[in-house]
């Protein structure tokens, strides 16, 4: 049976796929997106039911297509729902006419052995391909710590199998991580009338909206966005935002007042007792200096550059520490606290397995340069950080999408001219007047002078 052959394949058809299959056609470049589910499956199936958008849809889309072209009622400062979300990634595919085939899985990659390209066997055959691209962003597993016993009695499930109230049994709520996922979904159950103990963490905690502008946007103009390496030991400080209620400022002071119990970063459990570091208020304490700080530069921006934005000093009001924050709870029997259900708002691991290559560190994360990887011919896409801190946003995964897209037609040019190069002999080849047409990589007309050039630009 015959080997399909294409030139650059891409793996995973949600926001990083579609954004590096409008790139490669761009540039001319034949390729093919798989996905072993269905587009955006990750929105549909495994996230809760009431999620919106943690972004306002002018700011979270691609530059192609707008939400309310997909739906009317979420206008540019709204915060779409996740079905939504979905849709738009299916709707903006036909738009570009991605080349993509769903529920087709990549089972593993590896370097063809004395030549060019790499070998890809999928649950539909073997594909062999010059280049492939690593679409499928860096949260495959969910990370759900083995550290309370299923003899415990409690249900427990990962934030991603997190769906609604209904599905949990009566009783009080145990929500760990303090994140946007599990900010919420412990809000959401607060409101549903549920007890609810949230495991509070190192976090950001920025404001939704600041004098009339969003988050997204003061990021933006201060080059926030833009920044290209973590805060040092900011390396696992989660951000907690939200696009509920119309948008707003996640305030733990304030939750714990409306009867939420605080307590600090969940560190064991033993015989029915789960205990806690004692850092509830350091963590309240350093969300609130991230607060003050972006108010602070905002405020610093708008004199800077003699913007016409209403002041708003409520953004910096206090809410009374409560009991829980006064004397945090160190230890919690379970059963007496009537706690039946943990949920694990903990993250996700990457899960590379499938990627029979040189491209991983020691630890095991890839290992590349605006996502080039050190194994040459593999691309990463949609990672955390890839090129800066928009990069695993949908916009951000837009313009990296880009730049790879570049890069690939970099190499394919050098790779035209060598071929060029051999059907004419080296001798031979006058650049003035090469003709590459015919290597069926779809390379434009290149000549050697240009193909270097490329790799400037």
């Not at 001798?427 to 490329?454: E, F, Q, V």
Request: hydrophobic letters at 40%.
């Amino acid at each position: 049976m015959p080997i399909e052959k294409i030139d650059t394949l891409v793996v995973g058809g949600g926001q990083a796929g579609l954004a590096m299959s409008e790139h490669l056609s761009a540039n001319g470049v034949p390729h093919l997106v798989l996905e072993r589910h269905r587009i955006a499956e990750r929105w549909r199936s495994e996230r809760w039911d009431s999620l919106l958008a943690n972004g306002p849809a002018w700011h979270d889309r691609f530059p192609g297509l707008a939400f309310s072209d997909v739906d009317p009622n979420v206008g540019p400062n709204a915060f779409a729902p996740k079905e939504t979300v979905a849709d738009y990634f299916v709707a903006y595919a036909k738009k570009i006419s991605a080349p993509i085939r769903c529920g087709i899985e990549v089972l593993s990659v590896e370097r063809k052995i004395g030549r060019p390209g790499f070998r890809v066997e999928t649950s539909a055959g073997a594909i062999a391909a010059n280049s492939v691209v690593v679409a499928t962003g860096a949260f495959q597993n969910p990370n759900m710590p083995a550290m309370v016993p299923s003899a415990a009695g409690l249900l427990q499930m990962h934030s991603s199998l997190y769906r609604n109230n209904g599905q949990l049994p009566e009783g009080a709520v145990l929500v760990v991580g303090s994140g946007s996922s599990g900010t919420q979904i412990a809000e959401e159950l607060l409101e549903s009338g549920r007890r609810v103990y949230l495991s509070v963490g190192p976090h950001d905690r920025p404001p939704r909206a600041y004098r009339g502008r969003d988050y997204c946007w003061w990021l933006g103009v201060l080059g926030k966005w833009d920044a290209v390496v973590r805060e040092a030991g900011k390396e696992h400080v989660t951000i907690a935002v939200s696009g509920t209620h119309g948008g707003h400022t996640i305030d733990f002071r304030l939750l714990a007042a409306e009867g939420m119990i605080l307590v600090g970063r969940t560190e064991a459990y033993e015989n029915g007792l789960m205990s806690f570091a004692p850092d509830l208020v350091g963590n309240l304490a350093r969300g609130d200096a991230n607060l003050l700080t972006v108010l602070d530069e905002a405020d610093a921006y708008v004199v800077r550059n003699g913007l016409n934005l209403p002041e708003e000093p409520e953004a910096r009001a206090t809410v009374p520490d409560s009991d829980c924050v006064k004397d945090p709870i160190l230890s919690l029997d379970l059963a007496k606290s009537k706690i039946a259900t943990i949920i694990w708002a903990t993250g996700f691991t990457s899960d590379f397995s499938w990627l029979k290559v040189d491209a991983f560190d020691e630890n095991g994360r890839p290992k590349h340069q605006r996502g080039v990887s050190a194994e040459p011919g593999i691309y990463f896409l949609g990672l955390p950080w890839l090129s800066r801190r928009g990069s695993s946003f949908i916009w951000g995964v837009w313009h990296d999408a880009k730049y790879l897209a570049d890069q690939i037609t970099i190499q394919r040019n050098y790779m035209a001219y060598h071929n060029a190069s051999q059907r004419e002999g080296d001798g031979a080849l006058r650049s003035d007047k090469m003709d590459t047409s015919s290597t069926n990589l779809s390379t434009p007309r290149i000549t050697a002078g240009r193909a270097a050039n490329s790799l400037k630009s």
